[in-house]
């Protein structure tokens, strides 16, 4: 089946860096585009950053334009985070989700991967 | 950035009850508007694309509407595997969220 699962989440200090992976399974990983969705403790969801199916367009949130990077490797299938500077405010489950629309990009986003924690703290 | 605005954040009603929850886009976006359901440490699971398709699997009893800055979501009889945390997503420019509707049982 279809299948998000994300990695590399745990305790960072602040001004550190964190690279997330998300590895899929059950579809063919290079006809999707990608998000990563964030979710503070007991906060709302915010979305974070999008990459198109052949890597060609990238969109950022305001919040972490120019710190956090997405992209993604088709022979691992696998689409990363990398998050530079990060700061106390970065804390929150980050989800990896697919979008449903093949070769297209911002869509809705299904399926869901369980979330990976980042906790920034000195 | 397009900033949506959900209302209410936070409504109870009875099983049975019709609930209504209500998404406003600060600009127009077509019908570029989604709706998800969230339960506490879960991922959030898709319901409505597109303003008023309904999910493949998802229950009849939920619907969408509206098209340009206002849109519905609807429970049309309310039963308790439908608590958790309701959330509209714009498409029409990059991605944004709605701040979420938790639904409880009186």
């Known amino acids: 089946q279809e299948q998000l699962v994300e990695s590399g989440g745990g305790v960072v200090q602040p001004g550190r860096s964190l690279r997330l992976s998300c590895a899929a399974s059950?579809?063919?990983?290079?006809?999707?585009?990608f998000h990563w969705v964030r979710q503070a403790p007991g906060k709302g969801l915010e979305w974070v950053a999008a990459?198109?199916?052949?890597?060609?367009?990238?969109g950022y949130a305001d919040s972490v334009k120019g710190r956090f990077t997405i992209s993604r490797d088709s022979s691992k299938n696998t689409v990363y985070l990398q998050m530079n500077s990060l700061r106390p405010e970065d804390t929150a489950v980050y989800f990896c989700?697919?979008?449903?629309?093949?070769?297209?990009?911002?869509?809705?986003?299904?399926?869901w991967g369980q979330g990976t924690l980042v906790t920034v703290s000195s | 950035d397009i900033p949506m605005t959900q209302s209410p954040s936070s409504l109870s009603a009875s099983i049975g009850d019709r609930v209504t929850i209500t998404c406003q886009a600060s600009?127009?976006?077509?019908?570029?508007l989604n709706w998800y359901h969230q339960k506490p440490g879960k991922a959030p699971k898709l319901l409505i694309y597109?303003?008023?398709n309904l999910e493949t699997g998802v229950p009849s009893r939920f619907s969408g509407s509206g098209s340009g800055t206002h849109f519905t979501f609807t429970i049309s009889s309310l039963q308790p595997e439908d608590i958790g945390t309701y959330y509209c997503?714009?498409?029409?420019?990059?991605?944004?969220f709605g701040q979420g509707t938790k639904l409880e049982i009186k």
């Open positions: 059950g579809f063919t990983f290079s006809n999707y585009a």
């Open positions: 990459i198109s199916y052949d890597e060609q367009n990238k």
């Open positions: 600009q127009d976006i077509n019908t570029y």
């Open positions: 989700g697919r979008d449903r629309v093949t070769f297209e990009m911002y869509n809705w986003i299904d399926p």
């Open positions: 997503q714009q498409y029409a420019s990059l991605c944004s």
């Open positions: 597109g303003a008023s």
